[in-house]
């Protein structure tokens, strides 16, 4: 008895499909039949036990007529919207299989260029509230990652980071230029420069141009670093003062210059 019924229900399932297909190829067949007819016509649908009555005029109808026929009722709807997605790929914007169409798209593709521009404005489901992935190079994911706390595994992780010097806590040697100001006024081991200097009040090691010669100081000191406007950055900007004694560290035995090109890099 339970295996009849089965294929009781599995025939009813695929008569409610059929009958559905020809409901949507009857009124597309309708809507066809006007475009090429001048004549006034009634037309009838049946849909299972179901009828559709038409009293259709060429100079009146429109597709969107049809279309409310289609969507007026939830049944005649879902089928609807079944037989568009299966045969023509057109689905309902909140249908959630959508997703998986949306997922074969190619990265050049309009649509994923919208949407990556929903989700660069976090804007509609992209909107912050709902997600907390962020753009890397976002100003704003400092503010997340203060948020997270000192046990956080993530801010764990880049402790880890910069005590190794590795990622953004990796140091490079940044172009500076040494000098040995009149009356050799700087102390051994000490170094002065503009307070805007990134070096400024912290243990550097210096080099020469080579990367041969270094020697270790503390940028203590400041001197005047005049400039036009406030947006526009001193010419010594990237000078530090070092004493007599660390230029020979870089220069050797040659003559002390009046700037020494070189490097330097956090100690």
Known sequence: MGMNNKKFLNRGNTNATIIAVIAVLGLLAVLAYTFYS???????VNVGDNSIDMELDNSQLKAVEILNLLFNEQNRKRETQALLKEFHNVYYAYDPLITEELAKLKGDEDVAQKLRELLSDLQGPFHRKYHKFYNIEDKSIIDAIEKLGYDHQVSSALRDLMVHAKGPFKEIAKPMRFSVPGGNRIQVGKGASCRSNPYFRRT???????????????????FDCPVSNDTEESELIDLIQISFQDMKKLVGDAAIPKFEPGFAKFE
């Open 204 to 222: 550097v090691k210096i080099f020469d141009q080579t990367k041969t010669r270094m020697a270790d100081i503390i940028v203590e000191q400041s």
């Open 38 to 44: 001048n004549s006034k016509t009634k037309i009838t």
